[in-house]
T-cell receptor, first 112, second 113 residues
Framework: DAGVTQSPTHLIKTRGQQVTLRCSPK?????VSWYQQALGQGPQFIFQ???????QRGNFPDRFSGHQFPNYSSELNVNALLLGDSALYLC???????????FGPGTRLTVL | QQQVKQSPQSLIVQKGGISIINCAYE??????FPWYQQFPGKGPALLIA?????SEKKEGRFTISFNKSAKQFSLHIMDSQPGDSATYFC????????????FGGGTRLMVKP
């Protein structure tokens, strides 16, 4: 039973560029949430997707957008990258209305 | 506004000792409180979770104690081992939060052999 997978593992971008991160949920899960974890801090909720729609959003600007596909996989897009966007981006999957979320290994984004 | 406060920020325990990490929350609508363990370069792994209808939950060497009236909960790691050295995060969520997890700031635990 495959767990949550994310790609790529690491990514280096420069300011102003755009980036796309990908996530495949745990088998059988239909809900995907994205979190940003700055170095030395707890994860911060970005948004959650269910049935291909954004269901809830945290306190992040519109530069952060996402998408969920019919197979429940998801993408996180960040436009106009800032130095402060450097972080570990985590994807978590769950069943609809379930509180239990399982995290992937994350994508380490470095913005230079 | 930080809704989940975690302490201490770092903790050093001798092998075989008890590690205790505390969290306090503000939102009384929270009704699910998980703990996650994170190793460097890895994603958080679910360790144990509790709901407010019980005051304690134990799984192996890990125990959550929950005090609803004080809006506090804690993780106890019994017989701590060097392999337990990691960062631990408490979190909270509820249906009115859309199952969005709100995390504490984390506790870096080091277990000395």
């Amino acid at each position: 039973d495959a767990g949550v997978t994310q790609s790529p593992t690491h990514l280096i971008k420069t300011r102003g560029q755009q980036v796309t991160l990908r996530c495949s949920p745990k088998s059988g899960h239909d809900t995907v949430s994205w979190y940003q974890q700055a170095l030395g801090q707890g994860p911060q909720f970005i948004f959650q997707y269910y049935e291909e729609e954004e269901r809830q959003r945290g306190n992040f600007p519109d530069r952060f957008s996402g998408h969920q596909f019919p197979n429940y996989s998801s993408e996180l897009n960040v436009n106009a990258l800032l130095l402060g966007d450097s972080a570990l981006y985590l994807c978590a999957s769950s069943l609809e209305f379930s509180d239990t979320q399982y995290f992937g290994p994350g994508t380490r984004l470095t913005v230079l | 506004q930080q809704q989940v406060k975690q302490s201490p920020q770092s903790l050093i325990v001798q092998k075989g000792g008890i590690s205790i990490i505390n969290c306090a929350y503000e939102n009384t609508a929270f009704d699910y409180f998980p703990w996650y363990q994170q190793f460097p370069g890895k994603g958080p792994a679910l360790l144990i979770a509790i709901r407010p209808d019980v005051s304690e939950k134990k799984e192996g060497r890990f125990t959550i104690s929950f005090n609803k009236s004080a809006k506090q909960f804690s993780l106890h790691i019994m017989d701590s081992q060097p392999g337990d050295s990691a960062t631990y995060f408490c979190a909270a969520t509820g249906n009115n939060a859309g199952n969005m997890l709100t995390f504490g700031g984390g506790t870096r635990l080091m277990v000395k052999p």
